[in-house]
């Protein structure tokens, strides 16, 4: 497995693989390599010629009262895990490299971009879309791979590429869970054990809220105030949002019908957690 | 010649010359083709494997206030002229073809897009950047032209390539100008014969400006003032700006040295127009 730390390089390469037809898959990742992230990179593996995996922190996406210190970085380890996984090239770049001095592009998204993860963390997005972007042409890859886990970012990319024309598609794979529910997220290392069972409120809290909807249960208010309660009983838990969302425009709902996404975003402790649940209501 | 409507049959062919190792030149123009144009275009013939003229009247960069609905569109003649200049492909979009339902993304810059032009017509260049990274990733061009005369514009798009790493290559070619003097422009159909005479003060001014340069000046203040008064002396004139700048960043320089760019922005009657020179500084 290749290590390449240059953009210059990465860029030299991904033309001259387009040019020989090689179709590459990519994996975009901050690091901290989890089961969700390598269930990207086999599908990447498998249906492609090459699978590039990109270990890069961005700073752009991250807020100056977050966490971009404290951020994991087990680098070594996820050299590891990206090549037994079978990635042929991780492109791990620091940021004077995707941002040199003069960088002052930014790609935004309206709508999708102001709610929710965006409202709760302004200029995420704009990081997000501007990295990805940059993160594209550099690898020029046919296929890339997103994880369900971040449902609000995976639709952003999914317009950002139909609105740009950028020629890749986006596989969205579903979210890889421990056996007791709670979504895998390179910020799971930050719990403490306390909070670590607690953290399992999230995904109980989207599982109540699918039941009642199969149940019958069709009014939004009722079924949040309902996962709502249950996410407080973790005394470690605070909420930031819980929401019932049109899924293709992340609108809420006041009365459920067709596809919902379910999404909740709570501290456990000092840690922001996501996660979300597609229903198709009956 | 081909005529192209659609996105995506234009994607397709792109797409389909990359594969074949095609080298495209790309002329983007919203139309109304003068000698300026035609340049740019000829420059593409010559350098490239075949060339690509965009004609889009794009909604995105111009303000509400402004001439969006005024601007002249001689699109048959528009063919012809592309066409004996040798251009293999024209794309002429509508608008619902490059931003369908749901489009919401947007490429922006930093400092290079708030000052003068960025100052004078909000959301311009934001309109600009988005349509350029769009129409480059539709046309996929190994090489672009665009025009000196847009100078601010030309620096942002080189810019913006380099930020995004798009795979292009831009060529900024020297602006072509009536026997006079008076930089080409397609509004220049818009002045009376009055206006079109007064409007020669505005590369008056630069010359006049350059020509004390040559001489030994090297305040910026009085070289701004002597070009003003030159510019005034046209009864229908307005002006907008005339500004002395780092001809890299676009900041103001008051004391001349190494290469700056003079600037200049007026209207003539109901027209705005814009001109520009790039002098280094003995």
Same mark, same amino acid.
């Given at each position: 497995?290749?290590?390449?730390?240059?953009?210059?390089?990465?860029?030299?390469?991904?033309?001259?693989?387009?040019?020989?037809?090689?179709?590459?898959?990519?994996?975009p990742t901050m690091g901290a390599l989890?089961?969700?992230h =390598?269930? /990207?990179? +086999? *599908? $990447?593996? %498998?249906?492609?010629?090459? !699978?590039?995996?990109s270990i890069f922190v961005n @700073?752009?996406q991250f807020?100056?009262?977050?966490?971009?210190?404290?951020y994991p970085r087990?680098?070594?380890?996820? =050299?590891? /895990?990206? +090549? *037994? $996984?079978? %990635?042929?090239?991780?492109? !791990?770049?620091?940021?004077?490299?995707?941002? @040199?001095?003069?960088?002052?592009?930014?790609?935004?998204?309206?709508?999708?971009?102001?709610?929710?993860?965006?409202?709760?963390?302004?200029?995420?997005?704009?990081?997000?879309?501007?990295v990805?972007?940059?993160?594209?042409?550099?690898?020029? @890859?046919?296929?890339?791979?997103?994880?369900?886990?971040?449902?609000?970012?995976?639709?952003?990319?999914?317009?950002?590429?139909?609105?740009?024309?950028?020629?890749?598609?986006?596989?969205?794979?579903?979210?890889?869970?421990?056996?007791?529910?709670?979504?895998?997220?390179s910020?799971?290392?930050?719990?403490?054990?306390?909070?670590?069972?607690?953290?399992?409120?999230?995904?109980?809290?989207?599982?109540?809220?699918?039941?009642?909807?199969?149940?019958?249960?069709?009014?939004?208010?009722?079924?949040?105030?309902?996962?709502?309660?249950?996410?407080?009983?973790?005394?470690?838990?605070?909420?930031?949002?819980?929401?019932?969302?049109?899924?293709?425009?992340?609108?809420?709902?006041?009365?459920?019908?067709?596809?919902?996404?379910?999404?909740?975003?709570?501290?456990?402790?000092?840690?922001?957690?996501?996660?979300?649940?597609?229903?198709?209501?009956?």
């Amino acid at each position: 497995m290749k290590l390449v730390r240059s953009a210059r390089q990465m860029a030299r390469l991904s033309l001259r693989w387009q040019r020989r037809g090689t179709r590459i898959g990519f994996v975009p990742t901050m690091g901290a390599l989890h089961a969700g992230h =390598l269930s /990207l990179v +086999r *599908a $990447a593996v %498998a249906q492609n010629d090459l !699978a590039v995996v990109s270990i890069f922190v961005n @700073p752009l996406q991250f807020g100056p009262a977050e966490d971009f210190r404290r951020y994991p970085r087990p680098f070594r380890q996820d =050299l590891r /895990l990206a +090549r *037994a $996984a079978g %990635a042929a090239l991780v492109f !791990a770049p620091s940021a004077a490299q995707l941002y @040199p001095p003069g960088f002052q592009t930014r790609v935004q998204l309206g709508a999708l971009a102001r709610r929710w993860e965006g409202q709760s963390r302004p200029g995420h997005f704009e990081g997000v879309a501007t990295v990805v972007t940059l993160l594209f042409e550099l690898v020029r @890859p046919a296929n890339a791979y997103v994880g369900q886990k971040d449902y609000q970012q995976a639709l952003l990319v999914e317009r950002l590429v139909a609105d740009l024309r950028l020629p890749v598609r986006i596989h969205r794979l579903p979210t890889v869970r421990e056996p007791d529910g709670l979504a895998l997220s390179s910020r799971n290392a930050s719990l403490s054990p306390s909070e670590r069972a607690q953290a399992v409120v999230l995904s109980s809290a989207l599982i109540h809220g699918a039941t009642r909807i199969r149940a019958g249960e069709r009014n939004a208010a009722r079924l949040i105030d309902g996962m709502r309660r249950l996410i407080s009983e973790a005394p470690a838990s605070r909420i930031d949002y819980v929401a019932i969302v049109e899924a293709r425009t992340l609108e809420p709902v006041w009365r459920l019908r067709g596809r919902v996404a379910l999404l909740v975003a709570a501290w456990i402790g000092r840690t922001r957690l996501i996660d979300n649940l597609l229903v198709d209501v009956p």
